[in-house]
């Protein structure tokens, strides 16, 4: 609606056709929004669900709904803890003891004998209600860095 010029609160009508198909027509089909409403604000693992799902891995609890982040954390399911030193792209990354998930985009290595993978970027929703699917990097806070203790990294097996 935002590309065909339309208000997001407006009802669609017959007559929206025609700018809707332009905008859909210049829409990147690489491109998939994940978009909760505007009230939405712990959406983490419906977005690392339906990054999972985008990639072809069925990520679904036995009662069809996403896992929580907290049983991300607890490797229920799918989800198996992997070595530190092991973490790339692709990635899950769980935050404070499970209470926040991402999929990791980018690692860092630094070192010029020992290349230790130190800090990484990430993907996610659930950052507030205007957060959604940005890269975040390390920060002055170092909430990226790979070592951190509260942090665990996962992969779909």
Request: hydrophobic share 30%; charged share 30%; proline share 0%.
């Amino acid at each position: 609606m935002y590309l065909a010029g339309m208000d997001k609160n407006k009802y669609v009508k017959d007559s929206d056709y025609e700018s809707l198909k332009k905008a859909y027509d210049k829409w990147d089909q690489r491109y998939y929004v994940v978009f909760y409403g505007d009230s939405a604000k712990w959406t983490c693992n419906l977005f690392v669900g339906e990054a999972l799902y985008m990639a072809g891995k069925n990520s679904l609890t036995s009662s069809s709904k996403y896992y929580s982040a907290k049983q991300i954390w607890n490797e229920e399911g799918i989800f198996k803890q992997i070595k530190k030193s092991e973490v790339q792209r692709g990635d899950i990354v769980s935050f404070y003891s499970g209470l926040h998930v991402e999929i990791v985009s980018q690692v860092m290595e630094e070192g010029l004998i020992f290349k230790d993978k130190v800090s990484f970027c990430s993907r996610g929703a659930g950052r507030g209600s205007s957060d959604f699917g940005t890269e975040k990097c390390n920060d002055t806070q170092n909430s990226r860095l790979i070592n951190k203790k509260d942090i665990k990294f996962l992969r779909v097996f």
